[in-house]
């Protein structure tokens, strides 16, 4: 829904009357007559301090209010969010200085006097340090706005909605795309039906199989690279119109999680459609999964496990600024390669794997660890991201579930209503500093939570960075 800003009017109206009647209330002679001994001031001053002081406060206010209003979504919207308040308090100190020379009002003694000229020094270099540093610290959401293509850009300021379901969808295979226009063609199968090739790839032999469809290892030949492809067959939909909505879903998907490019989020090569099948060509990794770790027997040592959140939320939080969630945070979806590298996979996939199904409504993502939101089909954000990101954080470091049920509706209904098991429980070693992390990132109410996955990795390397070896 499109913001209104029609609550702009009231407050420029308040400011215009203080412009006008303040200075006219100031040149009556009852005013100017009337001297106010403790305020060392005639009632004039006052009153021309006060107008102008209402025209300050509201300028505060409505940049309050237009911070309200702006969506944080990682590009403009969120750099005027993080601007707005530094940049009114800059104003603000300069005015409120202007107007106490102007006036004449001598309580912080005259001016260009040692204690006036330190309070203007201080406020002048406090809301300077202070907008220079929201606007270092969010440059990129800037940039990334200009840097989009309209079509894009069109694609990615539109809210992201998790349908609502009729079931509850586990998606658990696939990663992103840097998509060409969908070419359709004629793969050659072998006789066990597996396709000889998909677009310039050739398909070595099957990996395994999840909820998106059948994983082959691929080699393109031009350059004698090994890739994983993810598939998705499309002879399921029936319907052409839903055939159509699957295609652009797919394709603007692959597309928006394609152009990421991060040294700890898998590589996306490529993506097309040929003989019934929508494919994914990613980089093709050899590695341990982080499920393999989350259990009480093959636990990492603590600094180990806060070092991989802290890595996968500085990933997440990349992703979260070109305009990209993740929606299906889980371990299976993180691998640790040889080197200790930490790889994120499969961003956009729960989403892209819902299109291909017939039905409307429904969740993505795996149960066990979606975000309260997300388990009941409301919109997500990246702090649903940080919601899933907590849960991984908490099975890593002691092997059990925050939230376990026997079905699914009390799950749904664990993740939306129920506090998680308290971490100290299983882990008294651990920094207290590391629950209150676990507790702000497994916040209900999203508001409540890390606003960005970076201030969460950040916060996880403060205590890591402090931990003995």
């Known amino acids: 829904m499109t913001t209104s800003w029609g609550w702009i009017g009231p407050y420029f109206i308040v400011i215009l009357l203080a412009v006008l009647v303040g200075p006219f209330l100031a040149t009556l002679p ?6 106010l001994r403790p305020l060392g001031m005639n009632v004039a001053q006052v009153v021309r301090f006060i107008a102008d002081g209402i025209c300050l406060l509201m300028i505060w206010s409505a940049a309050s209010r237009a911070r309200r209003d702006l969506k944080d979504n990682g590009k403009g919207q969120t750099f005027l969010r993080a601007i707005l308040f530094p940049s009114a308090s800059f104003l603000i100190v300069i005015a409120a200085f202007q107007a106490y020379e102007a006036h004449g009002i001598s309580v912080l003694g005259p001016p260009r006097q040692p204690l006036y000229t330190w309070l203007v020094t201080g406020g002048l270099i406090g809301s300077a340090t202070w907008l220079t540093f929201a606007w270092v610290r969010h440059v990129d959401a800037l940039t990334s706005m200009f840097a989009w293509r309209p079509r894009r850009r069109a ?8 349908e609502k379901p009729d079931e509850v969808r586990a998606a658990d295979e696939a990663i992103p ?18 396709p000889s090739t998909l677009g310039r790839y050739q398909v070595l ?39 159509k909505e699957f295609r652009d879903r797919f394709f603007r998907e692959a597309e928006s999680t394609g152009r990421l490019s991060h040294p700890n989020i898998i590589t996306v090569y490529d993506a097309g459609e040929q003989d019934g099948l929508a494919y994914i060509a990613m980089e093709y990794l050899e590695g341990v999964l982080l499920n393999c770790y989350c259990q009480k027997s093959t ?11 802290a890595t996968v939320a500085e990933a997440l939080d990349y992703a979260h600024s070109q305009g990209v969630i993740h929606r299906d945070v889980k371990p299976p979806n993180i691998m640790i390669l040889k080197q200790r590298l930490v790889k994120v996979m499969d961003f956009g996939i729960a989403k892209m794997a819902s299109a291909s199904k017939t039905q409307s409504s429904m969740i993505v993502g795996t149960p066990r660890y979606m975000s309260p939101e997300q388990a009941t089909g409301k919109d997500v954000d990246g702090r649903s991201d940080v919601f899933s990101l907590g849960i991984v954080l908490f099975e890593l470091l002691t092997g059990e579930r925050p939230f376990d049920a026997e079905n699914m509706p009390a799950l749904v209904m664990r993740i939306a209503k129920s506090p998680h098991a308290p971490l100290m429980k299983y882990r008294r070693d651990l920094p207290t500093r590391v629950q209150s992390i676990l507790d702000r990132a497994l916040q209900k109410e999203i508001q409540n939570r890390y606003r960005y996955a970076g201030d969460m990795a950040q916060d996880l390397r403060d205590v890591f960075q402090v931990m003995p070896r």
Do not use: S, W
């Not at 009852?30 to 001297?35: A, E, S, W």
């Not at 032999?205 to 067959?233: C, H, N, S, W």
């Not at 636990?299 to 959140?309: E, F, H, N």
């Open 177 to 194: 795309a840097a998509p060409p226009r969908p070419t359709a063609g004629i793969a050659v199968r072998n006789g066990n039906g597996v």
């Open 30 to 35: 009852l005013f100017t007559h009337t001297y």
């Open 205 to 243: 032999k099957e990996l395994g199989r999840g909820a998106m469809g059948v994983v082959y290892l691929g080699k393109d030949p031009t350059i004698q690279r090994f890739v994983a492809i993810k598939t998705m067959r499309l002879d399921d939909i029936d319907k052409e119109e839903d055939l």
């Open 299 to 309: 636990l990492v040592p603590a600094k180990q496990a806060l070092q991989i959140v």
């Open 155 to 162: 694609v990615a300021e539109e809210p992201v909605r998790a």
